[in-house]
């Protein structure tokens, strides 16, 4: 029986349970191989199942985080409050104090001060059995992981710090793109942005008239 040849539901059934590195070698097989192996749904139980996570919410930012299903890739939430230390933390959850402060890229343990929440990593794989995380990007950690909040799920507060993060580094980036094609620096990019509701193509053709106009005053 050839690649093509395998019902797509038993290929499925098969594909998922592989190991992820094992699913990405499935993937060169054939062009049925790949799609079945690319399918995000495959993707997630292999990513999820050594670890019996019950299902992995959200999308990251490349698939190139779906090949590294280790416990790395998972942490808990802990939300920082008044009176809470590194030592303190790391007793409560059985973790080191190096691996908290190399996980949430803390030069010092006065670093939790300014931060909503800190990533612990995972000492016990059993914590994940049963449960549901959440795919994020932590800017502050400068990593992004499969989150499992002991609540259940993410709070508010927590949705919107990450989404603001989100945006202000898109924002960033099409301000710098825009920076770069007119020449120009930050403030006049900015203002570009600001009076055509952010869309960097009418921010050029605007500067690009604005400049025209000037070049035609000069020459009067």
């Given amino acids: 029986?050839?690649?093509?040849?395998?019902?797509?539901?038993?290929?499925?059934?098969?594909?998922?349970?592989?190991?992820?590195?094992?699913?990405?070698?499935?993937?060169?097989?054939?062009?049925?191989?790949?799609?079945?192996a690319s399918d995000r749904a495959v993707l997630e139980a292999a990513f999820a199942s050594p670890w019996g996570v019950r299902r992995v919410v959200g999308e990251p930012e490349t698939r190139a985080f779906w090949r590294a299903a280790s416990l790395g890739r998972f942490a808990l939430s802990h939300t920082v409050r008044r009176g809470d230390t590194v030592p303190g933390i790391a007793l409560k959850y059985s973790v080191q104090?190096?691996?908290?402060?190399?996980?949430?890229?803390?030069?010092?343990?006065?670093?939790?001060y300014s931060r909503e929440r800190l990533l612990i990593p995972i000492s016990k794989p059993e914590i994940?059995?049963?449960?549901?995380?959440?795919?994020?990007?932590?800017?502050?950690?400068?990593?992004?992981?499969?989150?499992?909040?002991?609540?259940?799920?993410?709070?508010g507060k927590a949705e919107s710090s990450t989404n603001a993060a989100a945006a202000e580094r898109r924002s960033r980036r099409i301000?710098?793109?825009?920076?770069?094609?007119?020449?120009?620096?930050?403030?006049?990019a900015a203002y570009y942005l600001s009076v055509t509701d952010g869309d960097p193509r009418a921010a050029m053709m605007e500067y690009s008239e604005d400049l025209s106009w000037e070049r035609q005053q000069a020459g009067h």
């Fill in 1 to 36: 029986m050839e690649g093509n040849d395998f019902p797509g539901d038993l290929l499925r059934a098969v594909l998922q349970r592989l190991p992820p590195p094992d699913l990405a070698r499935a993937a060169c097989v054939c062009r049925l191989w790949r799609a079945v």
């Fill in 97 to 112: 104090v190096t691996d908290i402060k190399r996980f949430n890229n803390l030069m010092s343990d006065h670093g939790i």
């Fill in 128 to 155: 994940l059995q049963g449960s549901t995380c959440y795919i994020e990007m932590d800017y502050n950690a400068r990593r992004e992981v499969a989150v499992f909040y002991p609540q259940g799920r993410p709070s």
């Fill in 175 to 188: 301000l710098e793109s825009v920076k770069r094609s007119l020449h120009t620096d930050d403030g006049t």
